[in-house]
């Protein structure tokens, strides 16, 4: 609007200006000058109770009228109310707290089960058809009505290891991270927690892995490391995700020893969210700690229940191979897609069970794939 106002004021002093000057060209009329003065001082007075009447019923629409430039309306930013969970699962910590997991509800209308195929020496298997693959929940043999191996948008969650531990493999670690989403696709999405006494988000879920390059440089290792609660938080973070698929990557050196959250509490949870957990372990040769020496099994145990994987280096230089594999085989897997035959929403674990009619002359073949489900209770 400001082409439309040049060279003019616009204000209310100006509509005041101009009123007064229309009026008091000669505050009094010729025909009145011979009127006795007393008279003559009560029309000035009359007069300037006119003006006084004018100049704010001029001043006020005007000065309401304020340019539309000026103006910036701000919505005011509310949190969206979260979905309450369905049931918690509760339990006591070490420390004798309240622990909750909360229950991710499944939709069994249709159970998608991600499936990855190796062969002897840990390579992807490809090209499989639909009638390769039996599907079984409990003993019951299931229809598969959906398979795909196509390479779908991922939402990606990293859960990385900064306890003090980590301080001579944390370079390595990173530049593995950086590798890791070197595979991924422009439409994936992915967000990083990092963990030490406790998990911080560090990123929230992001197309860009410069953000999350920029955000892991200022990872340092120090403390204690608290695995178990930062699983708990990538899981829950799922909630929030874009796409069908997901998956998180746990790149840590060691067990857990600084945790609110108990192994029996983790592993339900990840049994009943339906994300693929991948772990990278960096063991010494010479742990001496006991979480330290149980450390491969906690994580090689958490993430077969998710139809992941877990895999174990002892040279930090094998972590962006690794990490690289991991990227590579979440774009190469097989989705199965089926209605159970038999629907008790009874909250009890369905058990899935995936089998292989491999073509002939291939080697024995590796199936990883989630374990089941729970059905919904209600």
Do not use: C
């Not at 025909?31 to 100049?55: D, T």
């Not at 299931?142 to 301080?167: K, N, T, Y």
């Not at 493999?169 to 992915?190: C, G, L, S, W, Y």
Request: no cysteine; charged share 25%.
């Amino acid at each position: 609007m400001a082409h439309l106002l040049e060279g003019r004021s616009s204000g209310p002093e100006a509509l005041v200006r101009n009123v007064h000057s229309a009026l008091l060209l000669d505050p009094i009329p010729v025909s009145l000058r011979k009127i006795p003065g007393i008279l003559r001082h009560m029309l000035h007075l009359q007069q300037w109770l006119i003006l006084a009447v004018l100049a704010i019923s001029v001043a006020l629409p005007a000065s309401a009228q304020t340019d539309v430039n000026d103006i910036h309306v701000r919505t005011p930013e509310v949190d969206k109310p979260k979905d309450a969970p369905k049931a918690d699962l509760v339990g006591k910590t070490t420390d004798g707290m309240s622990a909750h997991v909360r229950a991710l509800k499944v939709d069994v209308d249709l159970v998608l089960v991600p499936v990855t195929i190796t062969d002897p020496l840990n390579r992807l298997v490809t090209g499989l058809e639909k009638d390769n693959f039996q599907l079984y929940e409990g003993n019951s043999a299931q229809q598969i009505r959906s398979f795909s191996s196509e390479d779908a948008p991922v939402s990606l969650g990293v859960i990385f290891d900064s306890s003090g531990s980590m301080s001579s493999k944390m370079d390595r670690a990173k530049d593995a991270v950086i590798e890791f989403f070197k595979t991924a696709n422009p439409q994936d999405e992915f967000f990083m927690v990092t963990f030490s006494d406790e998990p911080e988000e560090i990123t929230d879920f992001t197309t860009s892995v410069d953000d999350i390059q920029n955000r892991l440089v200022f990872a340092i290792p120090r403390h204690r490391t608290a695995l178990l609660d930062a699983i708990y938080m990538g899981v829950s973070k799922m909630r929030q995700a874009k796409y069908a698929k997901k998956a998180l990557l746990i790149i840590s050196d060691g067990g857990d020893n600084h945790s609110r959250y108990t192994e029996h509490e983790i592993k339900s949870l990840v049994k009943e969210a339906d994300v693929m957990v991948y772990a990278i372990g960096i063991y010494d040769h010479y742990a001496s700690a006991p979480e330290e020496r149980l450390g491969p099994q906690l994580l090689s145990e958490i993430t077969e229940l998710t139809g992941g994987r877990a895999f174990t280096i002892d040279n930090p230089n094998d972590l962006g191979d690794v990490a690289t594999k991991i990227g590579v085989e979440l774009r190469n897997q097989y989705v199965l897609g089926y209605r159970p035959s038999k629907v008790v929403r009874d909250g009890k674990w369905r058990k899935i069970k995936v089998k292989l009619l491999p073509p002939k002359g291939l080697p024995p073949l590796k199936v990883y794939a989630r374990t089941g489900y729970y059905a919904p209770a209600e």
